[in-house]
Structure formats: structure tokens, C-alpha cells
């Protein structure tokens, strides 16, 4: 009864006919079944075609409320748990295992195409037990990521890189019993499910990096409890590893901005993966023409940046002008478009409401 007067509501909204229902059903009932329906920042009760209603009846003509359905089942981009959580099972098979396999070809002297006779070898068994895998978010899905790889032991893998000086003495004894008398040194592999703009992770601001991996860095070098670190990490023969599960294109570039300074200034062997990559051609920006550019422009609310300071102006294209077009099954980015998400506004009401992670004081 729910779905059906939810599905009138949109009915009256766009001004349907029965022919023009009876032809959107499917795609309507499609959608909301495989994804839209579990984005988990609907209020209680509320479901997808309920909620898009809502949200085409706030724009003021047919047109514009047109041109806002046709942006929502031809262009908009939306990860499913089931989705986020294959990225996060095939990211040690499919992105960080070949890198492995091509260090421990050199090392053996074999070409990496061999695959069978490299994962026989001792320089891949000791390179693949001392690696270290930590979560640089909770978003990372550890916990998925540790049963999809067996292959792997629980002890190399941390739901989080800030762990005390204690668990780096654990860190240090479980290293030196998989080693034996060698001197491999371990790969931490830092593991991320989505970038969009990579500032908050790792970026360049002229010749300094800066992010939480910068931050991580330092505080294995500089920190209070950096002489324990030292007994597990030697920087350049650690090499260091960054996976995301989905990232922009932008995003990095501008993370391997920020790696360059990292690798010019401290020496790191560092390098940057991703499991799916998005291109930069799916995103919206003002110099386009398409109707929907107007749609944003006009239905942005400047207030709400007031609330968030973070925003660094206006922000109807999201957050560094992203003019993404997307939504994750637990949140929506802010560097989506406003009008998806418009959090703490008192005038656009969002499609899909957002929850921001890093909220101003009251």
C-alpha cells in the first residue's frame, strides 16, 4: 500500500499519464530493489520512490522536475554494499598480489608472467607473510577484507594504523618468528574505500605533503613511540602501499602529488592502487551546458555552508568542485552535487540525505 501511494505521489508529481506510469514502473521498481532502497541515511520508513518524490516536487516547474528525473535514471551513479564489499574482497588478489608477484620476480630472477613458479618461491611466501595491512578508515571493511583472503594470517591485518606502542612490540616479535634469520623488510599496505578529491588522505601543498598519510609517515619517524616503529619499519626498504576500493581520477593525481613529496623527501617507496577507478568524465561543472547544470545552480542553498566552514565557499557542485553525480550505499559524498544531498539546509531537500563524518562544535 506504501509503494503504491508512493508511486502515485511521483505520479502527480511529473504530471504521468496511466501509459507513462504503467512505462517507468519497472525501471522505478528495478532501482529501488537492486540499490536505491538501502541507502542507509533514509529516515525510518522512508524508501527510494518515496523520497524521490519529495524531492522532484520541490522544483517549481515540469520542466525542472524533468530534467531532475532524467538526471536520476540516466546519470546518477550509486555503490551498492554488495558492490563496495566485491571491492573489497578482490583488492588482494587482483590489485595488491601482482604487485607482489613483479617485486618477487626481480628478486628471483623470473619473469613475472611465470605466476606459478614466482608464488613457489621463497622471496614471494616471505614477502607475502611480512606484509601489513592496516584500515585507513572505518570504511575500510577490514573485517570483510580478512575472511576473503585466507591466504593471509590475522595477525598482519589491523582494522586501524593507529595502534599503540604495545601492539608495534607484537607487530615486531610476530615479524621476526614469519622471517626467520632473514632481512625482508615488510610492506604496510594501507587499505581505503573511497576517495574523491584525496586531500584529506595525501596531497602536495608545494613541497610539503599533507593528509593523514603524511601525518602517519611523520609519526613513524618523529613521534613519541617512532623508536618502536623503527624496530618494525626502515624507510626506503619498506615500501609502502596505498589501496582504495574506488577513487576519482582526480583524486589521484592528487594523491600521487602528495607520494612524490613523500618519495623526494623522505625517501618512501611508495605506490598508489585502486580497485575502481572513476573517470573524470562522469562529473558535472558549471562551463557545461546541459539543463541540469542550471538545476544545481538554482537550487543550491549558500546557507548551509554556514554550518560547515570545511566547505571553503560555495559548494553547489560539492565539495573542490567535484560535480559528482554519486552516492554510496551508506553516505553520500560531499563532493557530490548539493542538490543529492543538501545537508543542514532549510531550503533543498536532499534525494539522498547525508551525514557528514566531521561535524562543527556547538
Same mark, same amino acid.
Given at each position: 500500500?506504501?509503494?503504491?501511494?508512493?508511486?502515485?505521489?511521483?505520479?502527480?508529481?511529473?504530471?504521468?499519464?496511466?501509459?507513462?506510469?504503467?512505462?517507468?514502473?519497472?525501471?522505478?521498481?528495478?532501482?529501488?530493489?537492486?540499490?536505491?532502497?538501502?541507502?542507509?541515511?533514509?529516515?525510518?520508513?522512508?524508501?527510494?520512490?518515496?523520497?524521490?518524490?519529495?524531492?522532484?516536487?520541490?522544483?517549481?516547474?515540469?520542466?525542472?522536475?524533468?530534467?531532475?528525473?532524467?538526471?536520476?535514471?540516466?546519470?546518477?551513479?550509486?555503490?551498492?554494499?554488495?558492490?563496495?564489499?566485491?571491492?573489497?574482497?578482490?583488492?588482494?588478489?587482483?590489485?595488491?598480489?601482482?604487485?607482489?608477484?613483479?617485486?618477487?620476480?626481480?628478486?628471483?630472477?623470473?619473469?613475472?608472467?611465470?605466476?606459478?613458479?614466482?608464488?613457489?618461491?621463497?622471496?614471494?611466501?616471505?614477502?607475502?607473510?611480512?606484509?601489513?595491512?592496516?584500515?585507513?578508515?572505518?570504511?575500510?571493511?577490514?573485517?570483510?577484507?580478512?575472511?576473503?583472503?585466507?591466504?593471509?594470517?590475522?595477525?598482519?591485518?589491523?582494522?586501524?594504523?593507529?595502534?599503540?606502542?604495545?601492539?608495534?612490540?607484537?607487530?615486531?616479535?610476530?615479524?621476526?618468528?614469519?622471517?626467520?634469520?632473514?632481512?625482508?623488510?615488510?610492506?604496510?599496505?594501507?587499505?581505503?574505500?573511497?576517495?574523491?578529491?584525496?586531500?584529506?588522505?595525501?596531497? %602536495? !601543498?608545494?613541497?610539503?605533503?599533507?593528509?593523514?598519510?603524511?601525518?602517519? &609517515?611523520?609519526?613513524? #619517524?618523529?613521534? /613519541?613511540? =617512532?623508536?618502536?616503529?623503527?624496530?618494525?619499519?626502515?624507510?626506503?626498504?619498506?615500501?609502502?602501499?596505498?589501496?582504495?576500493?574506488?577513487?576519482?581520477?582526480?583524486?589521484?593525481?592528487?594523491?600521487?602529488?602528495? %607520494? !612524490?613529496?613523500?618519495?623526494?623527501?623522505?625517501?618512501?617507496?611508495?605506490? &598508489?592502487?585502486?580497485? #575502481?577507478?572513476? /573517470?573524470? =568524465?562522469?562529473?558535472?561543472?558549471?562551463?557545461?551546458?546541459?539543463?541540469?547544470?542550471?538545476?544545481?545552480?538554482?537550487?543550491?542553498?549558500?546557507?548551509?555552508?554556514?554550518?560547515?566552514?570545511?566547505?571553503?565557499?560555495?559548494?553547489?557542485?560539492?565539495?573542490?568542485?567535484?560535480?559528482?553525480?554519486? &552516492?554510496?550505499?551508506?553516505?553520500?559524498?560531499?563532493? =557530490?552535487?548539493?542538490?543529492?544531498?543538501?545537508?543542514?539546509?532549510?531550503?533543498?531537500?536532499?534525494?539522498?540525505?547525508?551525514?557528514?563524518?566531521?561535524?562543527?562544535?556547538?
Amino acid at each position: 500500500m506504501r509503494d503504491a501511494l508512493a508511486e502515485r505521489l511521483l505520479g502527480n508529481v511529473m504530471e504521468w499519464t496511466n501509459e507513462d506510469i504503467a512505462r517507468q514502473r519497472p525501471v522505478l521498481q528495478a532501482l529501488a530493489a537492486l540499490k536505491y532502497d538501502e541507502y542507509q541515511q533514509f529516515s525510518p520508513g522512508m524508501r527510494f520512490v518515496e523520497s524521490l518524490a519529495l524531492w522532484l516536487e520541490q522544483f517549481s516547474t515540469l520542466a525542472e522536475r524533468k530534467t531532475a528525473y532524467e538526471f536520476v535514471v540516466s546519470r546518477l551513479v550509486f555503490l551498492s554494499h554488495a558492490e563496495m564489499a566485491h571491492f573489497a574482497a578482490i583488492a588482494y588478489p587482483d590489485v595488491i598480489r601482482p604487485l607482489f608477484i613483479e617485486k618477487a620476480a626481480t628478486d628471483a630472477n623470473l619473469p613475472p608472467f611465470r605466476v606459478s613458479q614466482v608464488l613457489a618461491t621463497g622471496a614471494f611466501k616471505q614477502l607475502e607473510a611480512a606484509s601489513l595491512f592496516f584500515g585507513l578508515s572505518d570504511g575500510a571493511r577490514i573485517d570483510l577484507f580478512r575472511r576473503s583472503n585466507k591466504e593471509l594470517s590475522h595477525e598482519q591485518i589491523f582494522s586501524s594504523y593507529e595502534i599503540s606502542k604495545e601492539k608495534v612490540r607484537e607487530i615486531r616479535t610476530w615479524l621476526n618468528e614469519k622471517r626467520g634469520h632473514t632481512d625482508v623488510a615488510p610492506t604496510l599496505v594501507l587499505l581505503d574505500d573511497f576517495t574523491a578529491s584525496g586531500t584529506s588522505c595525501l596531497t %602536495a !601543498d608545494g613541497q610539503q605533503a599533507k593528509g593523514k598519510l603524511a601525518k602517519f &609517515v611523520k609519526r613513524l #619517524q618523529e613521534s /613519541e613511540d =617512532s623508536a618502536e616503529w623503527r624496530t618494525v619499519v626502515s624507510f626506503p626498504k619498506t615500501r609502502l602501499v596505498v589501496v582504495f576500493y574506488v577513487a576519482t581520477a582526480q583524486a589521484l593525481v592528487n594523491i600521487e602529488r602528495g %607520494a !612524490d613529496v613523500l618519495r623526494k623527501t623522505h625517501g618512501i617507496d611508495i605506490t &598508489v592502487l585502486c580497485v #575502481q577507478r572513476i /573517470e573524470n =568524465s562522469i562529473s558535472l561543472q558549471a562551463s557545461h551546458t546541459e539543463p541540469v547544470i542550471e538545476l544545481i545552480n538554482k537550487y543550491y542553498d549558500p546557507r548551509a555552508k554556514d554550518k560547515h566552514p570545511e566547505w571553503e565557499g560555495d559548494v553547489p557542485f560539492g565539495y573542490k568542485n567535484g560535480g559528482l553525480p554519486l &552516492v554510496i550505499h551508506h553516505n553520500t559524498p560531499n563532493n =557530490s552535487i548539493f542538490v543529492l544531498w543538501a545537508e543542514d539546509s532549510d531550503t533543498v531537500r536532499p534525494l539522498f540525505p547525508r551525514v557528514s563524518r566531521h561535524r562543527r562544535e556547538s
